[in-house]
């Protein structure tokens, strides 16, 4: 049997060449760096996090969510502090939420219950999490599901390599948000042992470089002023966001274009971002932008390591901690952190924003498969 890299690097056999920046050969993501990246608060802080996802889980395992992908991103945290299902002190609660999304997952392979509007949105991250769920445990209820879950992010994939909110194929994609949900779920795949279609990752990659916009207008992949200056990825090829920056970022390396000289133009836009932030409030509860933009801003800086990684994740990981809900009196709230811009409210906000930051506050652990991987070696040679 193929191992994990072996098949990423047979799935990227085909794909273009990318820009290279120095022609070095890329090495694998470091080791742990305990004294720097986790400190006994940051410790505590997750500790806590998952102790209140466990609490207020609900006998449906899902949080009083019908969003599968918010259910899901529930089961991502436990999985990324080493916490299986149906093992040891948290093995229940962790069952529970992945049988909620496997017994919702529609005859079509579709991961999504709630609004049509969502389909996309909560098919890609529940992907992403089973792909994870199934590198991580082998269960055969997870990898059935997660095969149909892969042949409908292909085959509603857009002609220009975009997706549409809908489980539909369109002519044209609809924006950034969606593509990068659904890179993260072909990585995943890719990353636990099952197949992904190269035409797929090909299209895939022309639409986030179609959403680069630089600071001079440019746009079009053909103006020779586009790699002039700062530029960014952007929304829709107009709005510019430090999320979508960390979107195109994560795009890029889930697809091994590890050297494309967008990178680090976005990754300059997400740094500055990070160290403006303001100081977070004691006990606020409010992650830091929103739970959205951490989740990929979080990815980006420890996917492409280096200073970024070193100088803005500790700056992500203290604001968490200081945030951080501190209520012994009342179980409902005690430990959680709320995404102040999810409108429903309630425990869905607090799912959303507690299963983030006990994602961000595990990146270290390294239990994920796809933050074992780091970068194929062979980056060097024509994809």
């Known amino acids: 049997m193929l191992t994990r890299r072996e098949l990423l690097l047979q799935t990227l056999a085909a794909l273009p060449v990318c820009a290279v920046s120095g022609g070095r050969e890329a090495a694998l993501v470091a080791a ?144 950034l948000s969606l593509v990068v949900m659904q890179a993260k779920a072909l990585r995943s795949a890719v990353d636990s042992g099952l197949e992904v279609r190269s035409d797929v990752i090909q299209l895939a990659i022309q639409s986030v470089r179609q959403k680069y916009r630089a600071a001079n207008g440019a746009r079009n992949l053909d103006d020779p002023r586009i790699q002039e200056g700062p530029g960014q990825f952007t929304y829709d090829g107009h709005n510019g966001t430090t999320a979508m920056a960390a979107a195109g970022v994560v795009c890029l390396q889930e697809f091994g274009q590890y050297d494309d000289w967008r990178i680090p133009k976005n990754m300059d836009v997400i740094a500055q971002a990070v160290k403006e932030l303001k100081p977070s409030r004691a006990g606020d509860g409010r992650v830091a932008f929103d739970a959205y933009t951490l989740y990929y801003v979080g990815q980006a800086l420890y996917q492409v390591g280096g200073q970024w990684w070193k100088e803005c994740y500790p700056l992500l990981r203290d604001n968490l901690v200081t945030s951080q809900i501190r209520k012994p009196s009342d179980v409902s709230e005690d430990g959680a952190w709320r995404d102040p811009r999810y409108v429903t409210g309630g425990r869905p906000s607090l799912l959303f924003g507690t299963s983030v930051a006990c994602f961000l506050l595990a990146i270290p652990n390294r239990y994920l498969p796809i933050l074992q991987e780091g970068k194929i070696e062979s980056v060097r040679k024509q994809f």
């Not at 986790?38 to 806590?48: F, G, I, K, Y």
């Not at 269960?139 to 149909?148: G, M």
Request: zero cysteines; charged letters at 25%; hydrophobic letters at 35%.
């Open 32 to 175: 742990p760096d305990n004294d720097w990246e986790v400190t006994p608060s940051s410790e505590l802080a997750l500790r806590r996090g998952v102790e209140w996802l466990a609490r207020n889980q609900g006998p449906q395992g899902n949080w009083e969510s019908n969003d599968l992908g918010l259910v899901g991103l529930g089961v991502l945290a436990f999985l990324a502090n080493g916490h299986l299902p149906g093992r040891g002190r948290f093995g229940a609660v962790v069952e529970r939420a992945l049988d909620y999304v496997l017994r919702n997952a529609q005859a079509s392979g579709l991961l999504n219950i709630a609004d049509p509007q969502r389909d996309m949105y909560n098919h890609g991250l529940a992907t992403f999490v089973l792909g994870q769920a199934h590198g991580m445990t082998d269960d055969r209820r997870i990898s059935r599901v997660l095969e149909q879950s892969l042949k409908l992010i292909a085959n509603t994939q857009a002609r220009d390599g975009g997706w549409d909110y809908r489980a539909r194929r369109q002519s044209y994609g609809h924006d």
